[in-house]
């Protein structure tokens, strides 16, 4: 079964490489890719620590809700993994 | 014969609008970039030569590098496995120096669409197609391409049917994105150099379909005649 994850609603000040239109957003995890480092912290010169980067696959019924064109139509985007929380499978509708 | 605009000094010969000259002082950006670049050069950290052979080695990028791509993932099965699981390796195995490129190729399949787009810049997989279409940085675009992909897909003379899934990749983050398109019908026993004949930019990121084969016979049969 998908790993289910919500991009937090998080809205610090600096250079964030988390789309607005997907904060607080739910999908499941597409695919792991590997450590990368911080964008957040690398675009300042610092020494960037290598966080998880993970795709995350949203419905368009989840991000438009009835505005979408098709609801099962997708959006995939690469999330670093500070910016998710883990969903119980409970929380699955 | 003289032409139809000829008389208008706003327009060209052919009709179109004269670009109006940039003469404009430089912006606050621009003047950045020559000063950081002279910089580098004053202390020694890069050559005037290092920085030219990174702009030709930029501008001697192009689609055709993806289309030989695509091509060959149509031609050997094998190859497209390895294209769908590595896309960057896939590259580099038919001699494209991609530098540090971390590239996905998704499949178009009969029921999958795929899109590309970069919504908070323009990310674009630059050291494998060269640089992106201007209208790929545009602000219309990348708002749309999340929000109504269908509708800007017909824009672009594209009408997915309902039986087709879109799935559009936002390149937000450390990968770039291909997207290897369906091989066009009628093709049957053809090889990978008119197959890449065949590849447009548009269809490696998702906002076209390739050429069918009636759309280039006349390209063909030309290529041919010359030899």
Redesign the interface.
Known sequence: MAERVRVRRWAPPGHVRTPFYLRGKTGVIERRLGRFPNPEELAYRQDAARIELVRVRFTAAELWGDGAERPDDTVDAEIYAHWLEPLEAADAP | MPHDHADDPHLSPSGHPYRPDQDEPLTYWQTMEIAIRELLVEKGILTPAEIQAEIDAMDSRSPANGAAVVARAWTDPEYKARLLADASAACRELGFDIGPLRLIAVENTETVHNLIVC??CSCYPRNLLGLPPDWYKSRAYRSRA??????LLAEFGLTLG?DV???????????RYVVLPRRPEGTEGWDAEALAALVTRDSMIGTGLPRSPGDVASTVAGAEGNG
Not at chain 2, 165 to 175: E, G, N, P, Q
């Open positions: 919504t908070l999340v929000r109504e992909p269908r509708a309902r899934t879109l799935r559009v990749h936002d390149s937000t983050a450390d990968m």
